[in-house]
Each structure stands twice: as C-alpha cells, then as structure tokens.
C-alpha cells in the first residue's frame, strides 16, 4: 500500500502560481509513475500531468501544457506539480495518484489505471 498526501492549494489570483507536493508513504514511492489528475464541482476527473518513475518523460494534458510543470524527487519520496499563469478554469479539487506498471500512451491519462490516490486538495483560482 502506498498512502499519498497532499498538499499546497489554496485561493489565489487568476495569473498567478502555486505549487502542490504529494508526500508518498514508502519509499516504494522511486518505482511508481506518478500523475496528477483534477474534478472539477459537477465535471468528471480528468487528467492533469504524469511523470515516469525515473523522471526522465513528462505528460501533460493540452490545458496546462506549458504552463504546469510536474516534478519529482525521489530522495524525499514526494511529487509536485508547478502551476504558473493559473486561469479560473484551472480550480478543481487535485489528486495525486500512484500508478504500477508502465506508463503506456492508453494508460497514462487513465484515472481507472492509476492503483493508489490521495484524498484531493482545493485549488481556487480567482478572477
């Protein structure tokens, strides 16, 4: 079992950044791909970005290609996600979720392929 954590969200100004960290539990934390996923009140989750074990490829959906950065440091077990020239449309409640096996094209940005996930965080982007 892997126990992932969140945190990070807050409310902040339509422009500006935040950035979120997922505490993972184990050290098994360096062997799982990592994903962020966001829902949205009364919308479906959906993904965010991804990042292989090694952190050597990075994925990211259209909506927040260049400008979330997802990251991870495997010494402290912990996976962030930058978020820079936020927009109203980016406020959702975020997850951070563990992923065993590859990160294949079909599997990546599959909320049902992902094993563990945190209990979400409350991001607010004000216009």
């Known amino acids: 079992q892997v126990q992932l954590v969140e945190s990070g969200g807050e409310l902040v100004q339509a422009g500006g950044s935040l950035r979120l960290s997922c505490a993972a539990s184990t050290r098994t934390n360096s062997t799982y791909n990592m994903g962020w996923f966001r829902q949205a009140p009364g919308k479906e989750r959906e993904f965010v970005a991804a990042?292989?074990?090694?952190?050597?490829?990075?994925y990211y959906a259209d909506s927040v290609k260049g400008r979330f950065t997802i990251s991870r440091d495997n010494a402290k077990n912990t996976v962030y996600l930058q978020m820079n020239s936020l927009k109203p449309e980016d406020t959702a409640v975020y997850y951070c979720a563990a992923k065993e096996g590859s990160l294949t094209y079909s599997s990546r940005n599959n909320a049902r392929s992902y094993n563990f996930w945190g209990q979400g965080i409350q991001v607010t982007v004000s216009s």
């Open positions: 990042i292989r074990w090694r952190g050597d490829s990075t």
